[in-house]
Nanobody, 124 residues
């Protein structure tokens, strides 16, 4: 049974940091494209970062240089390190499973399993 579960969200002041985790079961992150997405209130969900089985990463322009996606194959866990957080980063953050042996991508439709999300709130 495939399960995806995010954790690590919270409330921080602007300039602060958070590290999100995504524990998965029923498949392995070592050979999958995985991604982080977010949805701000009143806005559509958008791709934030993605990583493929070889560790190649891509990022949305809005988070480049501030966010880092990584994974621990042994723990079967995906991470998102978020630094220099801004109020515009506020939203629900989702972890998602992408294609087997797939390249990194930020297209929501390419992902087929999603977690319930973890809330990130950044105050000014």
């Amino acid at each position: 049974q495939v399960q995806v579960a995010e954790s690590g969200g919270g409330s921080v002041q602007g300039g602060g940091s958070l590290r999100l985790s995504c524990a998965v079961s029923g498949f392995t992150v070592s050979n999958r494209c995985m991604g982080w997405f977010r949805q701000a209130p009143g806005k559509e969900r958008e791709g934030v970062a993605s990583i493929d089985g070889d560790g190649i990463t891509i990022y949305a322009n809005s988070v480049k240089g501030r966010f880092t996606i990584s994974k621990d194959n042994g723990r079967n866990t995906l991470y998102l390190q978020m630094n220099s957080l801004e109020p515009e980063d506020t939203g629900m953050y989702y972890c998602a499973r992408g294609p087997l042996f797939g390249s990194p991508r930020l297209t929501e439709g390419d992902y087929n399993y999603w977690g319930q999300g973890t809330q990130v709130t950044v105050s000014s």
